[in-house]
């Protein structure tokens, strides 16, 4: 039989600082509809037709454009994100 592995110390200090929820939330709401519509009308075909024409793709900064956009919106409609 193979002994346990021995545990990572830095694995270990991580689990001592995150604790688990007491309680889960449902994930799918109407912003998470939103973001998916948005995701499908915009960002996707400027995806697309910057691969075509420039050859390039958005990649991480369609990723980081997305973010602080709901972001900046969240907090102009005095509303909360939350990280789960």
């Known amino acids: 039989m193979n002994p346990e592995p021995a545990q990572d110390q830095e694995l270990e200090q991580y689990r001592s600082l995150v604790s688990t929820p007491d309680s889960f ?3 799918f709401t109407k912003r998470t509809a939103l973001g998916i519509i948005f995701i ?3 960002m996707m075909p400027s995806s697309i037709y910057r691969g075509l024409i420039g050859g390039e793709s958005l990649g991480a900064a ?8 709901f ?4 907090r102009r409609s005095f509303k909360l994100l939350s990280k789960q």
């Open 25 to 27: 939330s449902e994930g």
């Open 71 to 74: 972001a900046e919106l969240a």
């Open 40 to 42: 499908a009308v915009v």
């Open 62 to 69: 369609a990723e980081l454009v997305t973010i602080i956009l």
